[in-house]
Structures are given as structure tokens and as C-alpha cells.
């Protein structure tokens, strides 16, 4: 019996070994991913762009004239380059222009939202209030919104080859939800509520996002 069980315990501290040097070797090998060029066209940062109501409509989604709270969720989106964090703008499909969408200073900058009522429609149904990277889903249906709309409305390129300027082979690319891999394509992404998502650029950051503390939201 004793030989039993000195055999299954060296089974077992082999087998333990074997899973945290693959676990170093898949991190070694994250880790050592070279850094994305920066593209000539393209590259980060992404402002907002000026025409929110427009983009809106190019993502397939109807803009109103206040923000409808009968469905809404939150997702995250976590964006880096080369271990930097790309900020997610402010004020995504809203017309932060239109007289009835108020602007409050915080910690982290700009935010806009406060809207009673607008005279024309001012504000799309996915949306950012502030620079924190919540993707606020405010709408009058349970239709859930995806990825690739909110970067309809940021203006920026995203599909299974580019993000933006950067694109395979020359810059890695690796998208990421609730900290798993995803190998998809990023559009389709559906915006779940409490889901956090993370698109990693060329060289990634020491640690992936697996959540989000979405309290203040």
C-alpha cells in the first residue's frame, strides 16, 4: 500500500508540475508578443467623432430624444496598445452639442448625459457617458447591442484581421471576454450585461481584465 501510494503521490506532484510550466509557458509566450507598429493610418488614440447621430444610424440603431431606461445594461471595454490603455471616448453616439445634453466634470474628464428631453433625437440607445470604458445599453426593446456597433459609432475599423490602423500580420491582435479568449469575430460580440471586454494590441499589459466593478455605472 505504502508503494501505492508513493507512486500516485509522484503522479500527482508530475502532473502539478507539468500544468504550472505549461501555465508559465503560455504566459512566457504572451508576454514575449512584440510590440504592434504604429501604422501609418489609423493608429491610437481614437477621438469621438463629430457626427454621432450619423454613426448611429450607419450601426443600425434609432437615436432618440432621451435616454430610455425600460432595458439597460452595462458592458466594459478595455483597449491596449502595446501595454497602454487606449481610452474609450466620452460622449459616444451622443450629439454632446445639442442644448438638452448636459455636461458634468469628473475625475476623469468630460461626461455628458443628464438629458430630459431634446428637441431633435441626440442620443443613441448604446452609448458612453465617460471616459471610464462602460458601454451603456439605455433603450425602449431587449434587443442586446454588439461590439461592432460601438465602433460603428467610434469610427474606428474592427473586424477578425484590423483594429483601427493595426492589423495581422504585422501588429498581434488577441481579443479577450470575461478574460478568456475569444476567437471569434470581435463584432459579434454581444453586450452582456456586466460583460467585460478586452482588445490587446501587439505587446499585452501584465495582467488581462476578467471583470469590472461596475457599481458606479
Same mark, same amino acid.
Given at each position: 500500500m505504502s508503494g501505492l501510494r508513493i507512486t500516485s503521490a509522484l503522479a500527482v506532484s508530475a502532473a502539478v508540475t507539468v500544468a504550472v510550466l505549461a501555465g508559465q509557458s503560455s504566459r512566457a509566450g504572451i508576454a514575449s508578443t512584440p510590440p504592434a507598429p504604429t501604422p501609418k493610418t489609423g493608429a491610437a488614440p481614437w477621438p469621438a467623432p463629430p457626427d454621432a447621430m450619423r454613426r448611429t444610424r450607419l450601426a443600425g440603431l434609432v437615436p432618440e430624444r432621451a435616454e430610455l431606461l425600460k432595458h &439597460?445594461? &452595462?458592458?466594459?471595454?478595455?483597449?491596449?496598445?502595446? %501595454? %497602454? +490603455?487606449? +481610452?474609450v471616448p466620452a460622449g459616444l453616439g451622443i450629439n454632446i452639442k445639442d442644448p438638452g445634453v448636459h455636461r458634468f466634470d469628473t475625475p476623469i474628464g468630460a461626461a455628458y448625459g443628464g438629458i430630459s428631453l431634446c428637441d431633435k433625437a441626440c442620443i443613441s440607445p448604446l452609448h458612453t457617458h465617460d471616459r471610464s470604458g462602460v458601454l451603456h445599453t439605455e433603450s425602449g426593446t431587449p434587443k442586446p447591442n454588439r461590439l461592432g456597433q460601438l465602433f460603428t459609432e467610434w469610427g474606428v475599423r474592427l473586424d477578425t484581421t484590423c483594429v483601427g490602423g493595426y492589423c495581422r500580420p504585422a501588429a498581434a491582435i488577441a481579443v479577450y471576454v470575461n478574460g478568456k479568449r475569444y476567437a471569434g469575430d470581435p463584432r459579434a460580440i454581444g453586450l452582456a450585461d456586466g460583460r467585460e471586454i478586452a482588445i490587446v494590441i501587439g505587446s499585452p499589459p501584465k495582467q488581462i481584465p476578467a471583470g469590472y466593478d461596475f457599481s458606479n455605472a
Open positions: &439597460h445594461v &452595462h458592458a466594459h471595454l478595455d483597449v491596449f496598445v502595446n %501595454r %497602454r +490603455p487606449v +481610452p
